[in-house]
């Protein structure tokens, strides 16, 4: 049962463009979702992350969309550079229950010069 | 402020072998998971600990996987004997405190290769 899906294994995008990752969940119980970044023969590193109290999160070039409704997720890069070529994981959990996170299977973005 | 260390990074054993894997965590973290990763896919949690106390062993692997964390600073896992299906990025990962919104640190992983 996968609980949070990365429907895209990759994605190409050109540098300076707006880089657009998508993420969808099926447990309604989740109210808190992440995003991570990993580079290769790295460990995640945590990115961003959004309540459901909200609907949008922004830091730097960095922006976290959230449609409850729809349990869809999305991550929005832009500009796009070079080194935000890595994998991208999102994750959700059930903050109140104390539950775990739950992690999607990836998707590999590659930013092209 | 030194990360998650984990050691090794690379490990090759033959099946029905022992490995074990050593995590030290962020200094001063209270909360530490392990997590095994297969390829193409995302880390799944195999157990939680708050200080010494493993708090959610649900998804490890009892029959041969088994974890502790003395003094509830470094951990170790251990799988006897491992299976062809262990091969896999073993991650640990830890949180100041146990909170669902306490940011995850992320070693680089123990990458296991069984033959």
């Known amino acids: 049962d996968q609980q949070v899906k990365q429907n895209s294994p990759s994605l190409s995008v050109q540098e300076g463009r707006i880089s657009i990752l998508n993420c969808d969940y099926t447990?309604?119980?989740?109210?808190?979702f992440l995003w991570y970044k990993k580079y290769p023969a790295e460990g995640p590193t945590f990115l961003i992350s959004?309540?459901?109290?909200?609907d949008k999160n922004e830091d730097g070039r960095f922006t976290v969309f959230l449609n409850k409704s729809a349990k869809h997720l999305s991550l929005h890069i832009v500009p796009s550079q070079p080194g935000d070529s890595a994998v991208y994981f999102c994750a959700a959990s059930n903050v109140q229950g104390a539950q775990k996170l739950v992690f999607g299977q990836g998707t590999r973005l590659t930013i092209n010069p | 402020e030194a990360g998650v260390v984990q050691s090794p990074r690379y490990k090759i054993i033959e099946k029905k072998q022992p490995v074990a894997f050593w995590c030290n965590p962020i200094s001063g973290h209270n909360t530490l998971y392990w997590y095994l990763q297969n390829l193409g896919q995302g880390p799944e949690l195999l157990i939680r600990y708050e200080n010494e106390e493993a708090v959610d062993d649900s998804q490890l692997p009892k029959d041969r996987f088994s974890a502790e964390r003395l003094k509830g600073v470094d951990s170790t896992l251990k799988i006897q004997p491992a299976e062809l299906g262990d091969s896999a990025v073993y991650l640990c990962a830890s949180s100041l405190l146990a909170g669902g919104t306490d940011t995850q640190y992320f070693g680089p992983g123990t990458r296991l290769t069984v033959l």
């Open positions: 447990n309604s119980m989740f109210d808190y």
């Open positions: 959004i309540s459901s109290i909200k």
